[in-house]
């Protein structure tokens, strides 16, 4: 909003001209959402305790730990990360680009669903909340659209195209079959991170990693001389979704205030599901789907185990892992959640190096 007032008046004060750098704005946008997050973050938790009363539900068959140490902590602390994150956009965002509605609409979707399935649980008692079935249809539904909305953006020699790391100008046209990977890609991210929260502190700390390195990417993506150096493909107006990344950290840096061990508060699906489809989203539109996976590998990890553990019981009876998803594997071995937390933070720094290597070495 910022953007599109002053832009018009900086040919008589050129002191605004500083609008019209997304660095300049991707760094007011952090700051903002970080001071939102703060501000509003004790108001948010006093409402959510006084409304929740027993908090959020703890599973039966989860760490006989948590019953005690996590019984009474509300829920739905997702809704301060998403109060700080939109508000933020939309202060330093240039509304004018059609990306930065496509990443809001399905972060702010994907919240309403986790929302809605927080509910459930709350009000009802029950740690199941949606039904599996219906939460992946509404995520389908809204990531497919938003798939649609982005392809009609993009231009039309990558809008079909999945770029290939590590090389110079490899793009494969998948066509119509795109529509379903970039569904996948967004479905998946959304309920890997909504795996990873487990712990106080575990799936937020690699989520503002992530979203730093796609606000580096996204920068670099959306400008005609580093795509160029860095012989990248080039995606006009992408570079506007470091505003939305930068927000995304600062929500992230504030939220985690309260969510640092012991939590006072969880995200719960409210954030998790969010963050995950926001994180998805940019990495379609940046054409960064499989670096993703790279960057967001901690995540990537945590459904693997779940999904390995699944199969190998129905087909073997046995269990390869003490409890999935892994980060509970840990917990069962003795591990300290602190431990745990930090060493996961750990990983997901190297795999964002990682990542952020893809675009050089090619």
């Not at 929740?52 to 989860?62: A, K, L, M, V």
């Not at 996590?70 to 508000?87: D, E, N, R, Y």
Request: one cysteine or more.
């Amino acid at each position: 909003m910022l953007f599109n007032i002053f832009a018009q008046f900086v040919d008589s004060l050129s002191i605004l001209n500083v609008f019209r750098y997304i660095t300049f704005r991707t760094g007011g946008a952090m700051m903002t959402a970080l001071i939102v997050s703060f501000l509003c973050g004790p108001l948010i938790i006093r409402w959510l305790k006084a409304h929740q009363g027993q908090g959020q539900p703890i599973r039966e068959d989860g760490p006989a730990s948590h019953i005690v140490a996590k019984a009474g902590t509300p829920t739905m602390g997702g809704f301060m990360i998403l109060l700080a994150l939109v508000s933020s956009t939309l202060l330093w965002a240039d509304l004018r680009n059609g990306y930065i509605w496509a990443a809001l609409g399905v972060t702010i979707g994907y919240g309403m669903i986790g929302f809605i399935d927080d509910y459930i649980k709350v009000s009802r008692r029950d740690s199941k909340g949606l039904p599996g079935k219906l939460k992946l249809l509404l995520q389908v539904l809204i990531a497919t659209v938003a798939t649609l909305w982005i392809i009609s953006l993009t231009s039309p020699d990558l809008a079909t195209s999945l770029a290939v790391p590590f090389f110079k100008s490899l793009l494969i046209d998948l066509s119509w079959f795109f529509v379903a990977f970039a569904v996948f890609v967004m479905v998946g991210a959304s309920n890997s991170v909504n795996l990873t929260d487990g712990l106080d502190g575990l799936a937020i700390g690699p989520v503002m990693i992530a979203a730093a390195v796609f606000a580096i990417i996204s920068y670099l993506i959306g400008n005609s001389v580093f795509s160029s150096y860095l012989q990248v493909h080039y995606v006009p107006g992408a570079g506007e979704l470091s505003v939305f990344c930068g927000a995304l950290v600062g929500a992230g840096l504030g939220f985690l205030w309260f969510n640092a061990p012991p939590a006072m508060v969880f995200m719960g699906d409210t954030g998790s599901l969010s963050m995950g489809g926001a994180l998805g989203a940019v990495s379609v539109i940046t054409k960064h789907e499989l670096v993703l996976a790279v960057v967001g590998g901690l995540f990537v990890l945590e459904m693997v185990s779940v999904i390995v553990q699944v199969a190998s019981f129905k087909l073997t009876g046995k269990r390869v892992f003490q409890m999935a998803p892994l980060h509970h594997h840990f917990e069962k071995k003795g591990w300290a959640e602190p431990t745990i937390v930090i060493r996961f933070w750990i990983v997901a720094v190297i795999l964002a190096l990682v990542g952020l290597a893809t675009l050089k070495l090619r």
